[in-house]
Structure formats: structure tokens, C-alpha cells
């Protein structure tokens, strides 16, 4: 059993971003507004990121900066989600915002508690990626099902509904 789970931890990092790029390629064909944007905003802010780190020597980074940059980012991409959730004609992008944000406020509990497991910090840092990922490719196939069926759709709200809305 031990050998699986280093396995998996030797290859979890290439087959997610795998994953990603060819959930981004189908997205990119099929998807709508949202789903387009939701897989950029993933892509942009937790694939491409990686890569400069993996090139550098991240043991010669200091882990505090190290600790910063992946906050900032996640940060940017936190606000970037809600702000397509808010405006998507989908429900599903509110999962994809809430899972953003537990990673968030894992890295605050990280700066403010001192004595946090290192196995909780990183299933509660990294696991929402994976939860993202799952949510994104699931939105993307109901959106699919949902324009087969019915046909083209609205992809964004309007706005809110006013007070007419609340007399009716």
C-alpha cells in the first residue's frame, strides 16, 4: 500500500496538469463563456505557475517567499472564481469559488497557527485544486448535456432582479 501512495505522489502533480490541458483543449472547443474562463483562471494560476518553481532550485528559495507567492496567487485566483460565479448563468462555479476559498483560508490558518499538521496544511492547500478540477469537468459535461437538449442558452446573468422580482 505504500508503494501505491508513492506512486501516486511521484506522478499526482503531471497527471493533474495533464488533466487540466486536456480538459482545457475540450473546453476550449465546446465549452461556453464560463467554462472557458473558469479553465484559463485554473490553468493560469495553478498549472502555469508550477513550472517557474520546478526550474528554479526551490530549496535556494526562501520558504517564507515561497509561503507568500502561492498565497498571492491563490489569492488572485480566489477572486478571479468568485468573481465568474457571481456573473456565470451556472451553479456549478460556486462549488468551483468555495473550494478556492478553503484553500485560502488554509494558508491563513497556516500563517496564524503555529503548531498546524503539515499532512492538513497540504491536503487543505492542495486538495481543492484536485476538487476544482472535478467540479470544472463535471460543469463542463452538464453544460454539454444541457445544449443538446434544450439548445443554446444564456451564459451569463443578467443582473440582479430588482425589486420588481421581490413583489411577484
Do not use: C, K
Not at 16 to 39: D, K, S, V, Y
Not at 40 to 51: K, N, S
Not at 60 to 76: A, E, N
Amino acid at each position: 500500500m505504500g508503494e501505491l501512495l508513492d506512486l501516486f505522489n511521484a506522478y499526482r502533480v503531471a497527471a493533474q496538469h495533464i488533466a487540466a490541458l486536456l480538459l482545457a483543449a475540450a473546453i476550449w472547443r465546446w465549452g461556453g463563456g464560463p467554462e472557458r474562463l473558469l479553465i484559463g483562471i485554473f490553468v493560469g494560476t495553478m498549472v502555469l505557475p508550477v513550472y517557474p518553481f520546478m526550474w528554479l532550485d526551490v530549496a535556494m528559495i526562501d520558504p517564507d517567499l515561497l509561503f507568500q507567492v502561492w498565497f498571492v496567487i491563490d489569492m488572485i485566483a480566489a477572486g478571479l472564481f468568485i468573481v465568474v460565479a457571481l456573473n456565470a448563468n451556472r451553479n456549478y462555479p460556486l462549488w468551483i469559488a468555495g473550494f478556492q476559498v478553503v484553500a485560502l483560508v488554509a494558508f491563513v490558518v497556516q500563517a496564524l497557527v503555529d503548531a498546524v499538521s503539515p499532512l492538513a496544511a497540504a491536503i487543505l492547500t492542495i486538495g481543492p485544486s484536485y476538487a476544482i478540477l472535478v467540479v470544472l469537468a463535471a460543469g463542463f459535461v452538464r453544460h454539454r448535456l444541457r445544449q443538446r437538449r434544450f439548445g443554446a442558452y444564456r451564459e451569463w446573468r443578467l443582473g440582479p432582479p430588482g425589486q420588481r422580482w421581490l413583489r411577484n
